[in-house]
């Protein structure tokens, strides 16, 4: 399938990588990005060979946000009715391998929204989140009044959201918003790298943990703690476990089967 609005390769048959290409409005995230998004990470998330994928965008911006020049004119109607500007989103939140934001340059208003919908989030050292949506006269959208406070606290996500400021990398890194930071040249490696390490372990596994650290983020802490028990137990119904814990016991690297 052929896209004009995002470029989508693998890696050593195992990664699949997104990149957002709207170089002349940023990375604007407007509807025909967003669905070619969604079917992209769709068609990795349905191939058995892909362990794990990425979202990335270029130096300068992983993506400013939603596009403005599209949204300007719409009235409620269009938007509530329509389900314009947001009717796309849901398809990442429904991927069940991992996804990782390697994030360079902007990554404000839907783009920080974005990188947060991710499973975790890579920033170069150039990288800066915001949420500037009040600068607009809205509020974020796709999550981001939701997820900006799990992430990092209640305080700084009201900071962030009121005042529509930036935060660089190192205060990004620093509240937990990103797990690592790394200079921009070796921020495609570092996510392949991750991404690499992830394709290698059991996709049964991986998906289980996934779903169960997801479940922290959504549901109360004792459900969490039964949820993820009960996923723990199920993994001893699968090959891997017994490859993985006899590899370990053998003192070898596992081959997982992904069975
Ligand atoms: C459409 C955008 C855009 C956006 C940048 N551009 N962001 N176009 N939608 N979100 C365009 C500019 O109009 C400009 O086009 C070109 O990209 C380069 O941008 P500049 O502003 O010239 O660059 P610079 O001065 O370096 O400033 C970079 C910037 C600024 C700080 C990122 O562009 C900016 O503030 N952008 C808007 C960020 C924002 O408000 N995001 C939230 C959107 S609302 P031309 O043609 O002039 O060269 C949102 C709601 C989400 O995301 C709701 C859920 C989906």
């Known amino acids: 399938m052929s896209y004009d609005n995002i470029e989508v390769r693998t ?3 195992k990664v699949g990588i997104v990149t957002l290409n709207r170089p002349k409005a940023l990375n604007a995230l407007n509807d025909a990005l967003m669905t070619e998004l969604g ?9 058995d060979a892909i362990g794990c994928m990425i979202i990335t965008g270029s130096e300068r911006a992983f993506a400013a946000g939603a596009d403005i020049a599209a949204m300007a004119k719409y009235s409620f109607v269009d ?10 989103w849901e398809t990442i939140r429904s991927i069940r391998k991992p996804v990782i934001a390697a994030v360079s340059g902007f990554a404000l208003g839907g783009g920080c929204e974005l990188a947060m919908m991710c499973d975790f ?15 607009l006269g809205v509020i974020p959208g796709a999550g981001g009044t939701q997820r900006l406070p799990r992430a990092v606290g209640k305080s700084k996500a009201m900071d962030m959201a009121l005042t529509g400021r930036m935060m660089d990398a190192t205060e990004a890194e620093r509240a937990g918003l990103v797990s690592r930071v790394v200079p921009f040249e070796k921020l495609a490696d570092e996510a392949l790298g991750a991404a690499l390490v992830i394709a290698d372990f059991s996709q049964i596994a991986v998906m289980a943990a996934k779903e169960s650290v997801n479940r922290a983020f959504e549901g109360s802490l004792s459900d ?6 009960r996923l723990f137990h199920a993994l001893f119904a699968t090959n891997d476990q017994k490859e ?6 053998a003192k070898r690297t596992a081959k997982f ?3």
Not at 79 to 88: E, H, V
């Open 121 to 135: 989030i890579i920033a170069a050292d150039n990288a800066k989140f915001g949420q500037p949506e009040i600068k």
């Open 39 to 47: 079917a992209a990470l769709r068609a990795f998330d349905a191939d």
């Open 257 to 259: 089967t992904h069975q």
């Open 224 to 229: 969490g703690v039964m949820f993820e028990r």
């Open 11 to 13: 890696e050593a048959g």
């Open 79 to 88: 938007t509530y009715k329509g389900d314009y500007i947001t009717r796309n």
């Open 244 to 249: 993985g814990m006899d590899a370990f016991l």
